[in-house]
């Protein structure tokens, strides 16, 4: 009984969201956010790959050491060279918490997000706080396209979202690029730079994407205008399309 509970409501879940979208395959319009947010990835590391250079470069001014002017000079050439895999670690990462959205998370998983701190993990917390730093001004950056997204994320996925797991804002994406280039050995402040880089490339790459998305994803709480109206047309063709 419990069962055929579950599924008598995840019908007419699904019958609602049919009504809200006009008629629209929901599992079309899942793919089409899909498609932008892998392109958005895409986009923002081929943008840091460009940058990465004169980034690195105006870091070495600052240097405190010979060995940490040295390892600047030698980050663009890191970079070149794990530029494409750490691309593909990101989306990964990005992809695989949109897949995940609703299913709860083992004990292992939320332990190990939320752990102690030991010594040897120092560098890598350090490491997270900068990361962390720049999915917070990227969140700042895009507050009101975030706002205006969510409710209408929450109605395609029928799940609750926040910052925190919300697979299109800076916060999923940030820890993506944390994943990407975690195994490339850079110092601390090479990847202060880094993940400036990396902030500056989504930037460009999350304005369109949040573009795209508010363009084919209709407002969650536009039920009466939508009834008067009748089903609203569904434009595919959003502003990354034919992209990737």
């Avoid at 460009?204 to 795209?212: D, S, V």
Wanted: include cysteine; charged fraction near 25%.
């Amino acid at each position: 009984t419990r069962a055929l509970n579950k599924v008598a409501a995840s019908m007419r879940s699904q019958k609602a969201a049919i009504k809200l979208y006009g008629g629209v395959d929901l599992g079309e319009l899942k793919s089409t956010c899909k498609a932008f947010l892998k392109q958005a990835v895409d986009d923002a590391f081929a943008k840091f790959g460009e940058q990465a250079a004169v980034a690195f470069e105006k870091g070495s001014l600052s240097a405190k050491s010979i060995a940490e002017h040295q390892a600047f000079l030698d980050a663009p050439r890191l970079v070149q060279r794990t530029l494409e895999d750490a691309r593909y670690r990101c989306l990964s990462h990005v992809l695989g918490e949109l897949e995940s959205l609703g299913v709860a998370k083992s004990k292992d998983a939320e332990s190990s997000n939320s752990g102690g701190l030991s010594i040897v993990e120092k560098d890598d917390f350090e490491d997270w706080l900068t990361i962390a730093a720049e999915s917070s001004r990227l969140e700042e950056q895009f507050s009101d396209q975030l706002m205006n997204l969510e409710p209408r994320l929450e109605k395609l996925y029928g799940v609750a979202l926040n910052a925190r797991n919300n697979p299109y804002a800076p916060a999923i994406i940030g820890q993506g690029v944390q994943h990407a280039f975690e195994e490339v050995a850079f110092i601390p402040a090479v990847r202060q730079v880094l993940y400036a880089a990396m902030r500056d490339g989504l930037a460009l790459a999350l304005e369109t994407l949040y573009r795209a998305l508010l363009e084919v994803l209709p407002e969650a709480d536009r039920k009466a205008e939508a009834q008067s109206a009748g089903p609203a047309p569904f434009h595919g063709d959003g502003a990354l399309s034919g992209e990737g």
